[in-house]
Structure formats: structure tokens, C-alpha cells
């Protein structure tokens, strides 16, 4: 296992699933476990202990509201840790508290922080970081992008042939 994908709660697994997805399909092997800074805090300390002990390379967290957990995780390790807020319907805040918490680290506890919900960023972002020591998987990151780029003008040349509205029609839109 290369990367490390923690959750505070198991509610967050429907955003987080894209990282591990991601890192899937980039070749990057993955763990994911839900450890709460505020309910099992020594639970997330051993976790981080045996996971750099094992070999990980980059631990990516996501937690919403007070999003405590890619902090505690960076404060006990000096492996890279990426920070991916959540967005919380309990708060009302569309995830701003959560972005806030993750991206304002004191000085020396640095976490890499990708866009509310940006799970999938997360998991290209750790790939990208273990790629600039393994040939293969920065291939395979060169491969991803110009596969999203051969989409997108897959895309325009489709919605170019047919026309904006009946390219909505067809996708269902209109």
C-alpha cells in the first residue's frame, strides 16, 4: 500500500471513494479506514505510526465541520498528508468551515488542501507525488491527462457536429 485514505466518518465514503478510485486506476495502491480525530485519536496516532513503519507514502484525509483529522494526521508524520474538506448539510456552511479548519495549519504542519469535496484531486494530487520517484506511476499520470484531454475535444467536436441544443437533448439536459 502506497497511500493512506482516512475519513472521520463513514458518511464522507461517498466523496472519498473517488480518491481511492483514482489512485486505482492511476496504478497507486490504496487503504481507506474511518478514524475520527476527536473520537479515536489514538487510534489515528497508530495508525500513522504503523502505516510509515509499513512503507505509505502520502495520506490523504477527509473530514467535514471542524475538520481536525488531516491536521492531527500531519502533526505525526513528516510523510505529505492532502486535506480534503468536506462539505457538511448538518452545517449549512456548503463546506467552508471545513476548508477553512484544513487549509489554516499553524507554521511547521503543513497539509496540502484540494477543493471542498475534491477527493478525486486528491487521490491525482498523491498520485502525482509519488510519481516524482516512480517512473511508472508518473506515466501513468501523463497517460490519465492526456486521456482527460482527448475527452474534452472528443466532447466539443461531438457538441460541434450536433449543435448546442440538440447536444443538451442528447445528454439529457433539455
Keep these: 500500500m502506497f ?7 463513514d458518511s464522507d465514503l461517498p466523496v472519498m471513494k473517488d480518491a481511492a478510485e483514482v489512485l486505482e486506476q492511476l496504478g497507486v495502491a ?4 474511518t478514524l475520527s480525530a476527536h473520537r479515536t485519536p489514538e487510534s489515528v496516532v497508530e495508525y500513522v505510526q504503523k502505516s510509515e513503519a509499513a512503507g505509505y507514502k502520502v495520506f490523504i484525509c477527509g473530514a ?5 483529522l488531516a491536521g492531527v494526521v500531519a502533526a505525526h508524520t ?13 452545517m449549512g456552511a456548503a463546506g467552508l468551515d471545513a476548508l477553512f479548519a484544513t487549509v489554516q495549519m499553524p507554521p511547521g504542519i503543513p497539509v496540502a488542501t484540494v477543493g471542498i469535496n475534491g477527493a478525486k484531486n486528491a487521490g491525482i494530487l498523491a498520485a502525482q507525488i509519488i510519481g516524482a520517484g516512480d517512473e511508472t506511476i508518473r506515466k501513468n499520470v501523463i ?3 492526456e486521456k482527460m484531454a482527448k475527452d ?3 466532447k466539443d467536436e461531438k457538441l460541434q457536429e450536433m449543435g448546442f441544443k ?3 437533448e442528447d445528454a439529457g439536459l433539455i
Design 30 to 33: 490504496s487503504e481507506v479506514h
Design 78 to 90: 513528516a510523510l505529505p498528508v492532502i486535506g480534503v474538506p468536506l462539505m457538511s448539510a448538518k
Design 64 to 68: 467535514g465541520g471542524a475538520a481536525h
Design 3 to 9: 497511500v493512506g485514505i482516512l475519513m472521520g466518518s
Design 152 to 154: 474534452i475535444v472528443a
Design 143 to 145: 497517460a490519465y491527462k
Design 166 to 168: 440538440k447536444y443538451l
